[in-house]
């Protein structure tokens, strides 16, 4: 009965609230009037007392004085201190109104006290009636059979906001509040009482709670990491309350849960960027990115946008990723009056006429290259395409950007590169090579590389895939109880490349600072803790959530590097490493992409791939290749079919 009544009262229109709100004030005050007469001449029919009809024109009157002050429409579970001063202000307004009728229409005329006496019996009956609905909401909210106990983290004014919130909403009741600071345990908090952290185990099993509340949004990421940590030995299952930035956007409701997103866990506090470097290649000027719908790509985009370009021009392959970015930067662009020039190109990088083409047609200043095959076993089963992807489309695009006049070129580079085990990572520093050749012959464009490791939830990374198999029940799929790898926010990640491709002179290799490397098992065992879930293993065979090993995958390794040498100095920015590393002549690099090319003709993946091992520090050929062209041999029928190799050189 109860929750029935407080699921009506909660899911009524606004529009009636407010009328009823309104009927409570047209019945009060006139009340409050009389009072305030009777407390005056201490009779409850003192012979001065105005006519009827007094009484009904202060109150038809003053609904619309409170209407204008916007009291109705306030909602009652967020009054506060400026609610009260905006009560007292319009209450204000209506004593003088009462001042008026009294002396001028009230027969006999009301004493010269009245109305002060009515302003304080009014602003007291207001804020008690709607208090005594609050609480009622409150109790009927509490009372709620079906609503689940919860817990909130926190006893700040983040956790007084939670309390309110979700004791407004239909799902959840707070019951215990936990907080580090020792002044606050052992205090009651809008009826809740304040825990220390350590008494978890025993609150859990007297409430049966299954989730608890972050409600720290000042926090960084450092202390909620630590904040989990101490908590992921317990059975509940951590959540946030929507950011402000959802809440603005309408894309969250403030009672709303969401789950605490390993990102946040694993990611740093931001370093605040050198606004400086972040805008040199961008503001003002004319920006092209390559791979713009790709996971970094689209995330420069974002952030590009932001930093005052006239004009960018989007570039990728796949015709979705390109519609989707696109769509989502007008969007960008039109809501905060950004005023950018948004084209959309479909196109191949490595198709050089074109993009000399595009390039001159639209006056590029600065190019981002994000554009390249990066997942390491797709391309070791496709060699010859991973390095007509990574190697030539980078060559085509840098030389187009040297016809062109372009001034700056970025090349989005990755920690595979540094003595790779796999041909992605081999063709990605092969594409090294080349900028740094190009930066020697001549003096038109200056090129960078940046350099780094994952990234949190980009399309290659282990987290969106992990969080899938927890989802499904698992088992979570590690390859190595060993392997480790680098991770790095994605915001943070675009942010650092466009700082970096600013403080190059020419031919630089920068190094983004990734911090610890993190073991990967860790990982999944946080993100199945983090889901309120437990690891079934030999100790805990009744546990969710198996993980199993299944080995390394063709060309991964179980540590990454971001320095193939030994020097490295640091920049302006403390995240940002310049590396001096060996590079080849420009005649030796185009000697390496003639012997390249003419093994990607013949379709001769070995002899890429011992190519590769002459050039690249580190890359071995021991492994035996996976490409499907090499290792299925066709039938005789098959085999006829094929014909001699074809040139299709893209030079």
């Known amino acids: 009965m109860k929750q029935q009544a407080y699921l009506s009262l909660i899911g009524m229109p606004r529009s009636r609230k407010r009328y009823i709100l309104m009927a409570m004030d047209l019945i009060g005050l006139p009340i409050c009037l009389w009072l305030a007469v009777a407390l005056r001449h201490g009779h409850p029919f003192p012979a001065a007392l105005p006519d009827p009809w007094v009484f009904a024109i202060v109150a038809v009157v003053t609904i619309p004085v409170f209407h204008a002050f916007g009291i109705y429409r306030s909602v009652l579970r967020a009054l506060g201190a400026p609610f009260l001063l905006t009560i007292a202000a319009a209450n204000m307004l209506s004593a003088l109104l009462v001042i008026v009728a009294g002396q001028l229409l009230a027969s006999p005329p009301m004493d010269a006290t009245v109305p002060a006496i009515y302003w304080m019996t009014a602003v007291l009956a207001m804020v008690g009636s709607r208090a005594v609905a609050r609480l009622a909401l409150e109790y009927l909210g509490r009372e709620s059979g079906d609503k689940e106990p919860i817990g909130i983290y926190g006893a700040g004014k983040a956790g007084v906001q939670a309390i309110a919130a979700l004791r407004f909403g239909p799902e959840y009741n707070p019951v215990f509040l936990l907080d580090d600071d020792p002044a606050l345990q052992g205090t009651i908090v809008n009826g809740i009482p304040v825990w220390d952290p350590g008494a978890l185990p025993d609150l859990v099993r007297r409430y049966g709670v299954k989730h608890v509340v972050l409600a720290m949004p000042s926090a960084g990421r450092a202390r909620r990491r630590d904040i989990v940590e101490r908590l992921q030995t317990q059975p509940v299952r951590m959540m946030t309350m929507p950011g402000l930035a959802d809440l603005v956007s309408g894309e969250a409701q403030v009672d709303e849960l969401k789950e605490v997103e390993i990102e946040d866990l694993l990611g740093r506090d931001p370093v ?378 893209i030079h």
């Open 272 to 649: 605040p960027p050198i606004h400086d470097l972040l805008e040199r290649n961008i503001r003002g000027k004319l920006v092209l990115v390559s791979g713009a719908g790709g996971s970094i790509g689209s995330e420069l985009c974002r952030q590009i946008i932001r930093n005052g370009p006239r004009r960018i021009v989007l570039l990728d392959l796949n015709e979705y990723a390109l519609y989707a970015i696109e769509a989502e930067l007008r969007q960008l662009d039109e809501s905060e009056g950004l005023a950018v020039e948004i084209l959309a190109l479909l196109g191949s990088a490595a198709r050089k006429r074109r993009m000399v083409h595009i390039m001159r047609r639209f006056a590029i200043d600065t190019v981002y290259h994000a554009g390249a095959y990066k997942h390491v076993p797709l391309v070791e089963q496709n060699v010859v395409e991973g390095v007509r992807n990574n190697i030539f489309a980078t060559q085509h695009l840098a030389e187009a950007a040297i016809e062109s006049g372009v001034d700056t070129f970025v090349l989005i580079s990755t920690d595979k590169a540094v003595r790779p085990t796999n041909v992605m990572g081999a063709s990605k520093r092969v594409a090294e090579l080349i900028l740094q050749g190009l930066a020697r012959e001549q003096s038109t464009t200056r090129f960078t590389m940046v350099r780094f490791g994952n990234v949190l939830g980009s399309s290659g990374s282990v987290v969106p895939r992990f969080r899938e198999q927890i989802r499904a029940g698992g088992p979570i799929t590690v390859t190595h109880p060993d392997v480790t790898r680098y991770f790095m926010t994605i915001s943070e990640a675009a942010s650092l490349v466009l700082q970096a491709g600013a403080m190059g002179t020419g031919g630089d290799v920068f190094l983004l600072e990734m911090g610890e490397p993190v073991r990967v098992l860790d990982l999944a065992r946080r993100m199945i803790r983090l889901m309120g879930l437990e690891v079934r293993d030999k100790e805990n065979a009744s546990g969710d959530i198996e993980i199993q090993f299944v080995g390394l995958r063709p060309g991964e390794k179980l540590f990454e590097e971001l320095l193939i040498g030994t020097d490295a100095s640091g920049t302006t920015h403390p995240r940002i490493m310049r590396a001096e590393e060996h590079a080849l002549s420009w005649p030796e690099v185009v000697a390496l992409l003639e012997e390249l090319d003419a093994a990607c003709i013949t379709v001769d993946v070995d002899g890429i791939r011992n190519i590769l091992a002459r050039v690249v520090d580190g890359y071995s050929t021991e492994s035996p290749t996976v490409d499907p062209i090499v290792r299925v041999i066709p039938d005789s029928r098959d085999a006829e079919s094929f014909g001699p190799p074809r040139s299709d050189s």
